[in-house]
């Protein structure tokens, strides 16, 4: 079965410091999704993107979020400046229409 | 604005039959819903796109009341792998891409 695959699976990270996690999503889907989860808690949403560009964002993801899908296969979400409130697991989710997502098994970043 | 859900947490026995409500204070356009189970990701269930609607999967079903902005989750003869946290998300008809999860509610079955 098709699935989505982030790298890496675990990263840890300096206060201020630059991170870009990565995601492959699933080969026909169009439309490409962060969240991120803190300690088990809720599901947050960050950031989706069509068409290659952003079509929704929250009010979490601020200037020191970006993404990108720089290749037609790769799709990243840079943290400029990570703060210690970014520790988190954040997961990337894809879907080729207006079905379910399909989520990857994430990122736990740690910021120390 | 984040959906609610109730119960937040609910204990049962193999076999047992569970509902898990979800409720909006805003129009929808659509609801999902998934299972986590620890460490792991959200794993899709079933999404319901028209008001009133039922679908079923196996021994889970859902139904959506688009008046009343809510939904409910359906498990029935609960079995061991059903144990997870369970969140619906919702979509509203002016922002359809951008799915907003409840806040929960983690089923624990015993044997």
């Known amino acids: 079965e098709p699935e989505v695959t982030q790298t890496p699976s675990h990263q840890v ?3 201020g410091q630059e991170v870009i996690l990565r995601c492959v999503p699933i080969s026909n889907h169009l439309y490409f999704y962060w969240y991120r989860q803190i300690l088990g808690q809720k599901v947050e949403f960050l950031v989706s993107f069509y068409n ?3 079509s929704e ?3 979490i993801f601020d200037d020191q979020f970006s993404v990108e899908r720089p290749d037609g296969s790769n799709f990243t979400l840079k943290i400029r400046s990570t703060k210690l409130e970014d520790s988190a697991m954040y997961f990337c989710a894809s879907r080729r229409d207006r079905e379910g997502y399909t989520f990857g098994s994430g990122t736990r970043l740690t910021v120390v | 604005q984040q959906p609610v859900q ?3 947490a609910v204990i049962l026995r193999e076999g ?3 509902v898990i ?4 204070s805003k129009a929808l356009y659509s609801v999902h819903w998934y299972r986590q189970k620890h460490g792991e990701a959200p794993v899709f269930l079933m999404i319901l796109l028209k008001g009133g609607e039922q679908k079923g999967h196996e021994k889970i079903s859902a ?3 688009e008046k009343k902005q809510q939904s409910s989750l359906y498990l029935t003869a609960s079995q061991l792998s059903y144990s997870g946290t369970y969140f619906c998300g919702t979509e509203d008809p002016y922002n359809t891409d951008k799915l907003i999860f409840g806040t929960g509610t983690r089923l624990q079955v015993f044997p």
């Open chain 1, 13 to 15: 990270t300096q206060m």
């Open chain 1, 52 to 54: 290659n560009e952003i």
């Open chain 1, 57 to 59: 964002k929250s009010e």
């Open chain 2, 6 to 8: 109730s119960p937040q």
């Open chain 2, 16 to 18: 047992e039959d569970a």
């Open chain 2, 21 to 24: 409500n979800c409720s909006s």
């Open chain 2, 63 to 65: 139904s959506f009341n």
